[in-house]
Structures are given as C-alpha cells and as structure tokens.
C-alpha cells in the first residue's frame, strides 16, 4: 500500500520531468490512478487515431515519450522509480490494440489494421510485466486525460 504522499511525489517525478510529452504524462498519471491501491492492479488503456480523439503525431510522439522516460540514456527512469518504491508494476507500451487481448476476446479488425501500420494505435500498461494480457482496461477520452492538470500533481 502506498500513501497519498508517496503517489503526489511519483506524479511530481513524472508532471516534472524532461522526458515525456504532456500526453505521456497524462496517460501515466490516469494508469496510476486507476491502478486501484493506487499501484495495486495491472491496467491498459488504448489510443487510436481512428476515434477522432488524437492525430497519429500525438499517439506515436506519447508512446516514444515513455520509451524515452525508460532508456537508460533519459533522465527520468521511471521503472527503476517505480522499483525503489516497492512497487512491482511498470509501465509498457506497445504498437497495436491489445485492448481485445485484455478483456479475453480476438484481436479485432483495428488491431489488425494498427499492427500492418495503417493506423496509429498504442496501448499502454502498467502492469506486473511488459505487455500483460490479464489487465484491466480502461476506457479513456480526449477529455478525461486533459483534465490532469500536469502543474498540480495531486491525487
């Protein structure tokens, strides 16, 4: 279990760090929060271009910004933060609609489409490892993300 203080720190970490794009941000302060514990439970939440809700631009730059949130050659290292908290979720993300595999059905025609690359579709997890199918998933809009407000990083 993980105090209110200890979360409002990890999102200063996060809200405040040169990696990342204010998107990235977003997404990894609403998979925290929804986490339920915060930090407790494996969840994914998918963005697709063709909902209308985000460019390709705006998908592809968030999943490089946790890319470069991760790489041993950024500044933020958020798994390894994540690690010395005592947390045994990280975060991931990978090309494609996984959101299919999590609730237990097929891959749906978009995943197909996304995968081949015609359309610009990331999930992202924060989960007990990369990529893990046994999460819950988390139906987002344009609006829930923008209502994190990255100068405040309160619960």
Partial sequence: MFTKKQITALKYLIFNAVDGTDLTKQVLALLIDQSRGPLAESVCITLTEDDGEYSAKEISDAARGLWEMQIV???THIDQILKAMGSNLCFSVHE??????????????????AIKGQLEV?????????FFMDSRLVHITREMLEEINLRKPEL
């Fill in 122 to 130: 990331q999930t992202f997890w924060l989960a007990k490892k990369n």
């Fill in 73 to 75: 050659h950024g500044t």
């Fill in 96 to 113: 494609g609609d996984f959101s299919a595999f999590c609730k237990g059905h097929d891959v749906e025609t978009s995943s197909e489409t």
